[in-house]
Each structure stands twice: as C-alpha cells, then as structure tokens.
C-alpha cells in the first residue's frame, strides 16, 4: 500500500511511520531524507542541493520532483511506501499522480493546543534518538534532562518554541488544507483522531493499515 501522511509538527506522524516500518516493512520517502542522501552520495543533483540549503534557499521544484521520480524508480518492486512532507502542494500532489497510485491519505488531526506542549515540550536524546516530553507523564524522563535508555544528556531544538510553533502552524494550515479537501474529493482521505497519542492512532487505523 502508498500512502501519504498529513499532520501538523508533533501530530505523530513520525511515530507512526516508525511502527509502519518496523512492523509491517514500509519504506518512507520525506524530500528532507532525500536532499541529504543525494548531498551524501555526492550525486549531480545532490551538489546542487547542497549549494541551494547552504545559500539558505528552497529547493526548486523541479529539483525536488527528479529526486522523486529518482527514488520511486529505484523502488519500483516495493508497494509498500509511506510519503511524509510531500506532496506540501496540489502541483505536487499532481505530479506525484503521473508517477504512483496512491491508496490512501491519512490525515492525523490534533488540536493546537495539544500540539503546542508536544512541541514546546520535546526533548531528544542526540544518542539513541529517544524523545521524550517534559508534558507528558508516560514520556517525561525519570531524571530532569537525562536519557532513561542511555544516560547521555537530552537536547531541545532552539525553534521548539511559541513563537516558532505558530508560524509553523499558519504555514501548515495555509498549505494543507487544499491537499485535505483534494484528497477528500477523490475518496482517498482516512481523518482520524491523534489527541490521544499513537495508541489511539494505531486503534483507528486497524483493518486499515495493520
């Protein structure tokens, strides 16, 4: 199955992805994993993007849209794909219809609030990668910024903040609401409650994807 994810920052997209591949063999596809596999293997494209992000520049389009077709060339035998931050935009979401079918649209909704203390909240271990939220009872580590698992000392992203949170939200609101109502109108959209954390995720998403 070629699914697409759509949520806010914090909506738990990531987790889910996680169990999509740990569990069921799915191969996520996000255009920021993409830009640095083509920078790390020193492809044409790749010098290209890498001077475009050092110059503090979006990545064109059509630049973008290579690397895709690219990566879905290689993985041609695998139906099972998860697309995470692409498409952000109805051309995207066009271009991408000329290159796979795609299954289904999960749209994880969560309240702004919610997502707000997920945000602002989240600390990471640079270690083993283990997240944890100082908001969260069930995710807030035992010892005031020390990884449980590891021990090493936790890290807090600088635009983990207010200020950063809203303007990333106008941002995704501006840009996702078309793809919900485009996806919606070809029958493929699945909206499903994400307050309650991946627990709930996974239960509505049973006989789905599971």
């Not at 699914?3 to 996520?28: C, D, H, M, R």
């Not at 920021?32 to 001077?51: N, P």
């Not at 077709?69 to 991408?96: M, S, T, V």
């Not at 990471?124 to 590891?150: H, Q, R, V, W």
Request: glycine residues 8%.
């Amino acid at each position: 199955m070629r699914i697409i994810l759509l949520g806010a920052p914090g909506s738990g997209k990531g987790t889910l992805s996680n169990i999509l591949i740990e569990k069921k063999g799915y191969v996520q596809i996000s255009t920021g994993d993409l830009f640095r596999e083509q920078v790390q293997l020193g492809t044409e494209l790749g010098k290209k993007v890498e001077s475009i992000m050092k110059a503090g520049e979006f990545v064109p389009v059509e630049i973008t849209n290579k690397i895709l077709e690219n990566k879905l060339a290689e993985l041609k035998h695998n139906d099972n794909i998860i697309f995470d931050g692409y498409p952000r935009n109805i051309e995207q979401a066009n271009y991408l219809s000329t290159l796979t079918n795609i299954d289904k649209v999960i749209e994880i909704q969560v309240s702004d609030d919610i997502l707000l203390k997920r945000i602002v909240g989240r600390w990471t271990c640079p270690k083993c990668k283990k997240i944890f939220n100082i908001y969260s009872p069930d995710m807030k580590p035992a010892k005031e910024g020390i990884c449980d698992a590891c021990g090493a000392q936790l890290t807090h992203r600088a635009d983990d903040n207010k200020e950063s949170f809203a303007k990333r939200m106008e941002i995704f609101h501006k840009s996702t609401t078309p793809l919900i109502d485009y996806y919606k109108s070809k029958g493929l959209l699945v909206s499903i409650d994400g307050n309650g954390g991946s627990a709930d995720i996974i239960t509505a998403l049973t006989g789905i994807l599971f």
